[in-house]
């Protein structure tokens, strides 16, 4: 039975799990095998009743007094997030973003691979950014579709950040992950998340008087 | 009165301001001059509700049925975040993602300002990375004492990132912004938050499948 197709789980619990596996993973790096919500809360400055009341909600993981199984845990997350398989993704831009992006070591592990990386700069179109030859970001489309690639990585400028996820939603892709500092407008079946340093930064500001 | 030693804001709540913020900001670059949080909700994919109950915690900013001003609330959001200043960040590891960091435009909009680059490697010192020249790593503690330095980056690799994260405490950071894909283990006064691009990729995998 797949536990996903029972009820709508709340998106803010389905960003927890990540942090969850994340966690748990490095205490099976540790040689650890079994974990409790309170240990997994104090780690993460998420209370316990958050954690067992998230994990609840694709199953039973754990028994009272017995705690979890890290490994099984791991396995399930895994499995909840499709994570049991790699991810294609296709990187637009060349600058320095996605230079960091490109040189990332641990996407392999955690079920994501870079295919491709495109940019529409005539200067860095053919050129190497680690393993990785730069395409032209006008064959952007066909390529992307070609592979079947579903997830990308945008990291252009904020003027151009708009047309090239609107290219990316035509070559077939559902996840857009956008550096860029802007806001983009897509169909409700893309996902988008923003990385913005600043929105980080001004949230610890809170705190700084 | 100062709003915020009447009462503690849950850091969810702290947390949602700086996006609220940046909406507003961009509803004023359109010219707009009032919003509701019914657009405002709409725009970020959050509640009217929430947003109302998440604002009223720090005052009253809008009235029934006329909206929220928003240069008004603005400034009211910049005063509570206290980005009614510009903080000076120090910047460690001038790699790919330290020259992203060097080069992003648009801190100083945003109530920070990159004074000062550093890393290890003895052929990355004295270069240039935009305007700044990298300064060597094992000056840190002692320079950004000097200039009084609260908020840090740290975009070294995983393995010297806790290291980096300890002088950065010594030398009287209380705000780090953590690109290395590790944990930091850190005084319970010092703040940090996580840039790990795979947590924002997995959680969007989840709708995938």
């Known amino acids: 039975m797949d536990l996903k197709e029972v009820k709508t789980i709340p998106d803010i619990v389905v960003g927890r799990l990540p942090i969850y596996l994340l966690a748990l993973q490095h205490m099976a790096r ?24 998230d ?11 017995t705690g979890y ?9 895994r499995r909840i997030l499709n994570l049991d398989r790699v991810w294609d993704i296709a990187v637009i831009g060349a600058g320095d973003i996605g230079h960091a992006i490109a040189g990332y070591q641990g ?27 730069v395409q032209d970001a006008a064959n952007m489309v066909e390529e992307i579709r070609k592979e079947g690639i579903k997830v990308a990585m945008v990291a252009v400028p904020a003027q151009t950040a708009q047309e090239v996820a609107d290219k990316l939603v ?3 892709v559902v996840s857009i992950l956008n550096y860029a500092p802007i806001t983009l407008n897509l169909p409700p ?3 988008v998340e923003y990385i913005d340093p600043l929105i980080h930064l001004q949230r610890m500001a809170y705190y700084l008087a």
């Open 30 to 53: 540790d040689g650890r095998q079994i974990t409790s919500s309170q240990e997994l809360g104090e780690r993460l400055g998420i209370s316990a009743a958050q954690i067992r009341k």
């Open 55 to 65: 994990l609840s909600q694709f199953g039973e993981f754990g028994k009272q007094g």
């Open 69 to 77: 199984n890290i490994a099984y845990l791991i396995d399930q997350l």
């Open 107 to 133: 996407f392999a592990d955690r079920g994501f691979r870079v295919k491709m990386i495109f940019d529409n700069d005539p200067k860095k179109v053919g050129t190497k950014v680690r393993s990785f030859v």
């Open 170 to 172: 035509e070559a077939g």
């Open 189 to 191: 079946d893309v996902h």
